[in-house]
Nanobody
């Protein structure tokens, strides 16, 4: 089994920054591609960013537009999402996810999920 725990969410003003972390334990962390998703009230969970096992390839949703950076430190079993220039529409619960296969943008491809961390951006 794989356990994922997110942290780093909170309340921030528009234009501010947050850094989310996702610590992974259980089965070999390095074997997984990983991703960040988010879900706003009344909306579907949507893809934010994903990263390959080595961290060499990343892919971002169109709305990221250079504001967010996904990264991982395999030595620390941790994935990060640096979010800059936050907007009120970024308000959501952010989830990290892991899968044993290749990088994917589809939430149904991910086998393991964290409990989520709330990000609230005020205008």
């Amino acid at each position: 089994q794989v356990q994922l725990v997110e942290s780093g969410g909170g309340l921030v003003q528009a234009g501010g920054s947050l850094r989310l972390s996702c610590v992974v334990s259980g089965r070999t962390f390095i074997s997984n591609a990983m991703g960040w998703f988010r879900q706003a009230p009344g909306k579907e969970r949507e893809f934010v960013a994903a990263i390959t096992r080595s961290g060499g390839i990343t892919y971002n949703a169109h709305f990221v537009k250079g504001r967010f950076t996904i990264s991982r430190d395999n030595a620390k079993n941790t994935m990060y999402l640096q979010m800059n220039n936050l907007r009120p529409e970024d308000t959501a619960v952010y989830y990290c996810a892991a899968r044993s296969g290749l990088l994917s943008v589809a939430k149904d491809d991910y086998n393991y999920w964290g409990q989520g961390t709330q990000v609230t951006v005020s205008s």
